[in-house]
């Protein structure tokens, strides 16, 4: 009588080796925003997946809080966050307003070449309580968010 031990031990292994290399497929398959070289080494939340935080080491009105995200990992990830603004005479206004978010065109993204959103557009009011803005890229010094800033 044969054993069955070693097609048994070999089944364990298959099924074990087969759930480890898919749950990593999914992890990796899972957009991130950008790279976290984006913006410069005092940046925020670059190069992760479903950032609350994103900041691209300028001024306040480069710092957007509180972000949560609504259909990541699709074609379009929209999310909302808040933020400062600016007076139209100078400085900010007191109290962050609210902004809308849109991470567009999941690619290939840095040198890893995991997938990625290449691409933040944002709105917000020119004053607070005001309706929203026209969209625009979140900065226009820098589009592609999976290349490296220089």
């Excluded at 070449?113 to 979140?138: A, I, T």
Aim: overall charge positive.
């Amino acid at each position: 009588m044969r054993s069955t031990a070693p097609l048994a031990g070999l089944l364990v292994a298959a099924a074990i080796s087969m759930a480890t290399s898919t749950s990593a497929s999914s992890a990796t398959s899972v957009p991130v925003l950008g790279i976290p070289q984006s913006f410069g080494a005092h940046s925020q939340g670059w190069g992760h997946v479903r950032p609350n935080h994103l900041y691209n080491a300028s001024d306040g009105s480069g710092d957007i809080t509180l972000i949560t995200w609504s259909s990541w990992g699709s074609t379009t990830a929209q999310g909302i966050g808040k933020n400062s603004i600016f007076k139209p005479a100078g400085g900010y206004y007191r109290q962050p307003v609210r902004i809308q978010l849109r991470a567009t065109d999941v690619g290939p993204c840095g040198a890893t070449g995991q997938p990625g959103y290449h691409h933040l557009y944002v709105r917000e009011p020119s004053r607070p309580g005001g309706p929203y803005g026209k969209w625009r890229v979140w900065t226009s010094y820098h589009r592609d968010l999976c290349t490296k800033f220089n």
